[in-house]
T-cell receptor
Framework: EAAVTQSPRNKVTVTGGNVTLSCRQTNSHNYMYWYRQDTGHGLRLIHYSYGAGNLQIGDVPDGYKATRTTQEDFFLLLELASPSQTSLYFC?????????????FGEGSRLIVV | AQKVTQTQTSISVMEKTTVTMDCVYETQDSSYFLFWYKQTASGEIVFLIRQDSYKKENATVGHYSLNFQKPKSSIGLIITATQIEDSAVYFCAMREDQGGRALIFGTGTTVSVSP
């Protein structure tokens, strides 16, 4: 079973603040993703990566940076947080090959920007 | 650009009955992959079932099955003999074969199963 761990699980920050969400996966998956979940919008892709040092832009990237430092670790950075970024953030990972389409999700990180 | 649409916001059913959820998708790619995921009340998101576009036979896993209608760009999820534990939010998702490995999700359908 793939293991994806996110931290922090809950975070409150002020407008203009700096936030880093961390994600670690322990199954040697090549692909990692950041999604945000909002009522009425489902899961929307922010950024993803297919390996250390690689970054691909998703569908809602504005206001977010991401960095993949190792195969295991993928970070989402909000450098000037805004109330519109209040959301539930999910990290996920997937491998390659026949089962590579299956995403394994972390537990989610709830961010509130006041 | 790819798009996934789930028009049913919520469905309520009685335990042990069958529930069907709709999903339509848009893609320019001739090869793609379709998925259903479940999000439980605790927030956990888990993979349920998948359909590859080149396969004609509908996928089935346990009491989950798919109704794949390729000409209509439709991939419905059918849950038979529903249980209370099937109460959850169900997401339809798609990945194009040529578009990397990122999944695009629909907005979800909330299913409530009553005893």
């Amino acid at each position: 079973e793939a293991a994806v761990t996110q931290s922090p699980r809950n975070k409150v920050t002020v407008t203009g603040g700096n936030v880093t969400l961390s994600c670690r996966q322990t199954n040697s998956h090549n692909y990692m993703y950041w999604y945000r979940q909002d009522t009425g919008h489902g899961l929307r892709l922010i950024h993803y990566s297919y390996g250390a040092g690689n970054l691909q832009i998703g569908d809602v990237p504005d206001g977010y940076k991401a960095t993949r430092t190792t195969q295991e670790d993928f970070f989402l950075l909000l450098e000037l947080a805004s109330p519109s970024q209040t959301s539930l953030y999910f990290c996920a990972s997937s491998g390659t090959g026949g089962s590579g389409n299956t995403l394994y999700f972390g537990e989610g990180s709830r961010l509130i920007v006041v | 650009a790819q798009k996934v649409t789930q028009t049913q916001t919520s469905i309520s059913v009685m335990e042990k009955t069958t529930v069907t959820m709709d999903c339509v998708y848009e893609t320019q790619d001739s090869s793609y992959f379709l998925f259903w995921y479940k999000q439980t009340a605790s927030g956990e998101i888990v993979f349920l079932i998948r359909q590859d576009s080149y396969k004609k036979e509908n996928a089935t896993v346990g009491h989950y099955s798919l109704n794949f209608q390729k000409p209509k760009s439709s991939i419905g999820l059918i849950i038979t003999a529903t249980q209370i534990e099937d109460s959850a939010v169900y997401f339809c998702a798609m990945r194009e074969d040529q578009g990397g490995r990122a999944l695009i999700f629909g907005t979800g359908t909330t299913v409530s199963v009553s005893p």
